[in-house]
């Protein structure tokens, strides 16, 4: 996930990696929670179906300007919170997720709560997505040129971002 980038926002991702490659994201919804607020409701929701990760198992949600071309772009650019928030896959379909949504662990696949600073974390919505740890994508000092990546040991890194691509460099280029 890339929440934060220069300027406004345009470069935002979020990247889903399956366990197999060409795997049908039907049936599967991100859902973006609002930690800040204190609130823990979603605050908004992509529906996945249709989409389908690629020969190294991973898919792309973004902004109009990130590279290469995501499977689907967010409704408008800086669409994602910088946090602190979370965002949670969820089994099911948008309709399941309205905007009065609570986090909650019922069909959570998995979830990651992130900020851009060391900002207060909400413990609630940590607990409530089953989570007891947030990820600074600020970790390093650059959170405008970095993003949140998750290591095929299912440790949290930050890092240089890779969209469409594996984050340790294995995988088939495209």
């Known amino acids: 996930i890339d929440p934060n980038t220069a300027g ?6 979020v990247e889903i990696k399956s366990a197999t490659p060409n795997f049908s994201l039907n049936g ?21 179906s249709g989409i389908t990760t690629n020969i190294n198992g991973i898919a792309t949600l973004g902004d109009s300007q990130v590279t290469p071309v995501p499977n689907r772009y967010f ?33 959570l696949v998995d979830a990651i709560f992130y900020s851009t600073s060391n900002t207060t974390i909400s413990s609630t919505l940590l607990n409530q997505l089953g989570l007891t740890t947030h990820i600074n994508e600020n970790e390093n000092g650059l ?6 990546q998750r290591k095929i040991d299912g440790t949290w890194e930050v890092k240089t971002p890779t969209p469409g691509v594996p984050n340790d460099g294995s995988g088939t280029p495209l």
Do not use: C, H, M, W
């Not at 406004?8 to 991702?13: G, P, Q």
């Not at 959170?143 to 949140?148: H, L, R, V």
């Open 75 to 107: 409704a408008n650019d800086n669409i994602i919170q910088n946090g602190p928030d979370s965002v949670g896959l969820y089994t099911g379909v948008a309709a399941n997720y309205p905007a009065n949504f609570v986090a909650s662990t019922t069909n």
């Open 28 to 48: 599967f919804v991100l859902v973006f929670f609002n930690a800040s607020s204190g609130s823990n409701v979603r605050y908004t929701v992509y529906d996945l």
């Open 8 to 13: 406004t926002d345009s470069l935002e991702f």
């Open 143 to 148: 959170k405008d040129t970095q993003s949140i």
